[in-house]
């Protein structure tokens, strides 16, 4: 079973739609999560951080769901330059971090 | 900002070269990692460092090995380089205590 799984996508939607990706971890003990962002040819790079109480930067939502082991992410008013490929992240021992496969995001005007 | 920097943007090697994929980061991070990505299989651990001369396998370590001599340097070896290495690697650091890693910008590497 692989700690960190996404649904690959693609989510099409249009200028100004509200989406979520959720993600589902494998071990209960993790403590550390976040959701990077990658654009085509590039390398990940942090989006935001998700805490237990969930938290928000600008469109942007993480939340956290412990007993279900769950993480999601809501992009509000949603920009052709959200499109992109989000990496959800677990952190486990010895600070590795174990990332989902991702899911692409393909914003349309 | 912290800056990882991969020795090569693109390479191309034959088949049984040994090839070394240097990264190099500036905030004096204890921790070095090196991943492949490849489509559909998402970013995988090759190797993990957290202090000079310290090394852990990570999930797919056959094939490569890793020096790290000093510690803004972590480098990662192919042996003798197959066709089913080629893919995008990217090296990462972090702090023990810090969130997140910062990626360097990746080296993509072809081997004919």
């Known amino acids: 079973r692989k700690e960190v799984e996404q649904d690959p996508g693609p989510f099409n939607v249009p200028e100004g739609a509200t989406v979520a990706f959720n993600c589902t971890y494998s071990?209960?003990?993790?403590?550390?999560f976040f959701w990077y962002r990658q654009d085509c040819r590039k390398e990940p790079k942090l989006l935001m951080s998700v805490y237990s109480s969930g938290n928000e930067d600008g469109r942007f939502t993480a939340q956290l769901n412990r007993a279900s082991q769950y993480i999601s992410l809501l992009i509000r008013d949603s920009r052709l330059s959200d499109s992109a490929t989000y990496l959800c992240v677990v952190k486990g021992d010895f600070n590795k971090f174990y990332f989902g496969s991702g899911t692409k995001l393909n914003v349309k005007p | 900002d912290v800056k990882v920097t991969q020795s090569s943007r693109y390479l191309v090697k034959r088949t049984g070269e040994k090839v070394f994929l240097e990264c190099v980061q500036d905030?004096?991070?204890?921790?070095m990692f090196w991943y492949r990505q490849d489509p559909g299989l998402g970013l995988r651990l090759i190797y993990f460092?957290?202090?000079?001369?310290?090394?852990e396998k990570g999930d797919i370590p056959e094939g490569y090995s890793v020096s790290r001599e000093k510690k803004e340097r972590f480098s990662l070896i192919l042996e003798s380089a197959s066709t089913n290495q080629t893919s995008m690697y990217l090296c990462?650091?972090?702090?023990?205590?810090?969130?997140?890693?910062?990626f360097g910008s990746g080296t993509r590497l072809t081997v004919v």
């Open positions: 905030m004096d991070h204890e921790n």
């Open positions: 071990n209960s003990a993790s403590q550390s």
């Open positions: 460092s957290y202090d000079v001369k310290m090394k």
């Open positions: 990462a650091s972090s702090l023990t205590q810090g969130r997140g890693y910062t």
